[in-house]
C-alpha cells in the first residue's frame, strides 16, 4: 500500500503562488505516476496534472495551463505542484493521487486552496 500527505495549503490573494507538496511512503519501491486533482464546492473531483515515475513534462488540465508546474523528487517519494497566477476559481481541496498501473487507487487527505478577490 501506498500512504500520500498533502501539505501546503492555505488562504491566499488572486494572483498570489502556492506550493503543494504530496510525500508517499510504504510499498514505494514500485515506481509510479502521480497526480493533482481538485474539487471545488459544489462540483465533482477534477483532473489537475499528472506527472510519470521519469519526471519530465507533465499532463495538464487546460485551465492550469501556464500558470501551474508539477514536478517531483524521486530520491524524496515526494511531488509538487507550483500553482501561480492563482484565481479565484482555483479555490478548492487539492488531492494528491498515486497510479500504480491500475488507475488513481491511493489518494491523500486532501488540502483547501482558498483564493480571494
Known amino acids: 500500500q501506498v500512504q500520500l500527505v498533502e501539505s501546503g495549503g492555505g488562504l491566499v490573494q488572486a494572483g498570489g503562488s502556492l506550493r503543494l507538496s504530496c510525500a508517499a511512503s510504504?510499498?514505494?519501491?514500485?515506481?509510479?505516476?502521480m497526480g493533482w486533482f481538485r474539487q471545488a464546492p459544489g462540483k465533482g473531483r477534477e483532473f489537475v496534472a499528472r506527472i510519470g515515475w521519469r519526471g519530465g513534462g507533465g499532463i495538464y488540465t487546460d485551465s492550469v495551463k501556464g500558470r501551474f508546474t508539477i514536478s517531483r523528487d524521486n530520491a524524496k517519494i515526494t511531488v509538487y505542484l507550483q500553482m501561480n497566477t492563482l484565481k479565484v476559481e482555483d479555490t478548492a481541496v487539492y488531492y494528491c493521487?498515486?497510479?500504480?498501473?491500475?488507475?488513481?487507487?491511493?489518494w491523500g487527505q486532501g488540502t483547501q486552496v482558498t483564493v480571494s478577490s
Open positions: 510504504g510499498r514505494t519501491s514500485r515506481m509510479f505516476a
Open positions: 493521487a498515486a497510479d500504480l498501473g491500475g488507475g488513481w487507487g491511493y
